[in-house]
């Protein structure tokens, strides 16, 4: 199992550029999330997924997308990257719910020039 | 919004001390969950508690949460350098829905 895998490692964009960012399990969980962390932040929750076929928002949601292509993959989209979007992105997923605890993937540092 | 506070934000300590990590909030919990993270790698799951008053232990590492669901605390005896990183307590809501508020971090180091 590898269990939570996101690409590319590292990434750097001028500003107004546009990506994606990919994330998959393989532990056939139902809730996958997408955060942002930085320095004095914390982690900050930027979409969710509760089930496949669902997203909603998280707490800072502006100047991103997401799919929820299937049960195992989620990607988080920056349509027109700004500086502010510098940071550690990091995919996680969940049995359900994440009551019971996520499980994160190695995350995404991604700089905007 | 509910709110997790976690104390001391940083601690230094040699190896064998043993130490007290806090998270509290003014908010009910379902579940409390603490992780470590080390540079560059995701947070780790290391225990999740949910009933108020249940004690964890995971080795040298006991996790308590409070009777009342709103804190918690973890515990290390002994530290050993391998104990080093930031250590991350995050609430699951009373709700239905699936988002975590993580506390912003207790950064350790442990040093022989």
């Known amino acids: 199992n590898a269990g939570v895998t996101q690409t590319p490692k590292f990434q750097v964009l001028k500003t107004g550029q546009s990506m994606t960012l990919q994330c998959a399990q393989d532990m056939n969980h139902n809730s996958m999330y997408w955060y942002r962390q930085d320095p004095g932040m914390g982690l900050r929750l930027i979409y969710y997924?509760?089930?496949?076929?669902?997203?909603d928002k998280g707490e800072v949601p502006n100047g991103y997308n997401v799919s929820r292509l299937n049960k195992r993959e989620f990607s988080l989209r920056l349509e027109s990257a700004a500086p502010s979007q510098t940071s550690v992105y990091f995919c996680?997923?969940?049995?359900?719910?994440?009551?019971?605890?996520?499980?994160f993937g190695p995350g995404t540092r991604l700089t905007v020039t | 919004t509910q709110l997790l506070e976690q104390s001391p934000q940083f601690l230094s300590i040699q190896e064998g001390e043993n130490l007290t990590v806090y998270c509290n909030s003014s908010?009910?919990?379902?579940?409390l969950q603490w992780y470590r993270q080390e540079p560059g790698e995701g947070p780790v799951l290391l225990v999740t508690?949910?009933?108020?008053?249940e004690v964890k232990k995971l080795k040298r590492l006991t996790f308590q949460f409070g009777d009342a669901r709103k804190d918690s605390s973890l515990h290390i005896t002994a530290a050993q350098p391998g104990d080093t990183g930031l250590y991350l307590c995050a609430g699951a809501g009373t709700g239905t829905a699936s988002k975590l508020t993580f506390g912003t971090g207790t950064r350790l180091q442990v040093t022989l």
């Open positions: 997924s509760a089930s496949e076929g669902t997203t």
């Open positions: 908010s009910v919990f379902s579940s």
């Open positions: 996680a997923s969940s049995v359900n719910r994440g009551r019971e605890g996520q499980y």
């Open positions: 508690v949910v009933t108020g008053g």
